[in-house]
């Protein structure tokens, strides 16, 4: 798995996040190098970039979260942490509306939508489970509400994919 920034990232952010989604995911994450959001994803209206725009924008071959500190927004949507293809190979987090003078507290909320977002590409849906990291986040409280954790339900219902080279299958 990639975890590409979009725009400036910290890299000890990068690293240290890379590194729980290894433990998370039991799977190596290798950071790439900072990228631009593609111009054409700006909406100048909004003054915030379109999520769907850059998944469909970015050509991967293996599986890539992109973070950047970006607004982004989804159709219909005023804002969206974070967007993702689901059973596929992309999504997108942005930490833009998940900041908090309490750095862990950031780092915490980065990693629940990190992770949520990777549970769509891995085929999970929004979950009703209490505390499942898949539950639907529409503010930054309910961020706070949810654990890093997949329910009991979810962490059954995930499809990992088979990757050439460095196979992995879930555990």
């Known amino acids: 798995m990639i975890l590409q920034p979009l725009g400036e990232v910290d890299s000890g952010l990068l690293k240290w996040l890379a590194e729980e989604l290894e433990k998370k995911f039991g799977m190596r994450v290798t950071v790439g190098y900072g990228m631009r959001i593609p111009e054409e994803c700006f909406n100048r209206k909004r003054n915030q970039f379109n999520s769907t725009c850059i998944l469909m924008a970015m050509k991967v071959e293996e599986i890539t979260l992109f973070i950047t500190p970006e607004d982004i ?25 998940l900041k908090s003078p309490d750095f862990e507290l950031f780092r915490q909320r980065i990693l629940k939508e990190s992770v949520h977002e990777l549970g769509h590409v891995f085929g999970l849906m929004h979950c009703k489970t209490r505390g499942c990291v898949m539950n639907f986040s529409p503010s930054v409280f309910e961020v706070d509400k949810k654990s890093a954790d997949f329910c009991e339900k979810c962490s059954k219902k995930l499809k990992y994919p088979k990757q050439s080279g460095n196979s992995w299958v879930k555990p």
Request: proline content about 0%; overall charge neutral; aromatic content about 16%.
């Open 73 to 97: 927004y989804a159709e219909g949507m005023n804002f969206v942490f974070g967007e993702a293809e689901i059973n596929g190979k992309k999504a997108i987090m942005s930490f833009s509306r």
